[in-house]
């Protein structure tokens, strides 16, 4: 069974505001991403971590910065954050991202609202 | 580039058989995933295809054509819990192996 815990599940913020976004798994998998999620649309890929090491940057705004402090965690900082940001945002694991066996499974997300 | 197409919604009944279709135009394809995700929640892994054929997992079926770039997910028995929105999406080794998700269906389930 994979399990991947992401807190807070609902966060709501203001513009000023700095707030991080975590991710937790105990499984082994090297590969972990950060997803946004706006209403009606499928997952759009921000952040790839491979091996605690950042691989992948879809071109993200620096308002969000990543930070992956050792296998298990993944954090999500948030700064200056627009209402456009508002979306829900997800976390996937993966055992290597470049095994072409490789299945991501998301974690349960948190709803970001910015005010 | 990348294409993945999929109709935007389905409407099925309760017991039926329903196939969701998925087209798709890749430089590098290395895997075509099907996901299922309800409203509000994460998606869910559902199956997954790299080599032609079909591949079946309970009520789940899951089939694959690469030389048409073509996938289809077969749902059967349908049950009203399996309302959500189904998501295809293809690994691009042109695009370091990530994953490109197509718009999603909606399938909905009547009674």
């Known amino acids: 069974d994979t399990e991947v815990t992401q807190t807070p599940k609902h966060l709501v913020m203001g513009m000023t505001n700095k707030k991080s976004l975590k991710c937790e798994q105990h499984m082994g998998h090297r590969a972990m991403y950060w997803y946004k999620q706006k209403a009606k649309k499928p997952p759009e890929l921000m952040f790839v971590?491979?091996?605690?090491?950042?691989?992948i940057n879809e071109s993200v705004p620096s308002r969000f910065s990543p930070e992956c402090p050792n296998s298990s965690l993944l954090n999500l900082h948030l700064h200056a954050l627009q209402p456009e940001d508002s979306a829900l945002y997800l976390c996937?694991?993966?055992?290597?991202?470049?095994?072409?066996?490789?299945?991501?499974?998301f974690g349960p997300g948190t709803r970001l609202t910015v005010l | 580039g990348q294409n993945i197409d999929q109709p935007t919604e389905m409407t099925a009944t309760e017991g039926a058989i329903v196939q969701i279709n998925c087209t798709y135009q890749?430089?590098?394809?290395?895997?075509l995933f099907w996901y299922q995700q309800h409203a509000g929640e994460a998606p869910t892994f559902l199956s997954y295809?790299?080599?032609?054929g079909l591949e079946e997992k309970g009520r789940f079926s899951s089939f694959l054509s690469r030389s048409k770039g073509y996938s289809y997910l077969l749902l059967k028995e349908l049950q009203m819990k399996d309302s959500a929105s189904y998501l295809c999406?293809?690994?691009?080794?042109?695009?370091?192996?990530?994953?490109?998700f197509g718009a999603g269906t909606i399938l909905r389930v009547k009674s």
């Open positions: 295809n790299v080599l032609d």
């Open positions: 996937a694991i993966g055992g290597d991202p470049l095994a072409s066996t490789d299945t991501q499974y």
């Open positions: 890749t430089s590098g394809f290395n895997g």
């Open positions: 999406a293809v690994r691009d080794e042109a695009y370091g192996n990530k994953l490109v």
């Open positions: 971590y491979s091996y605690e090491k950042l691989s």
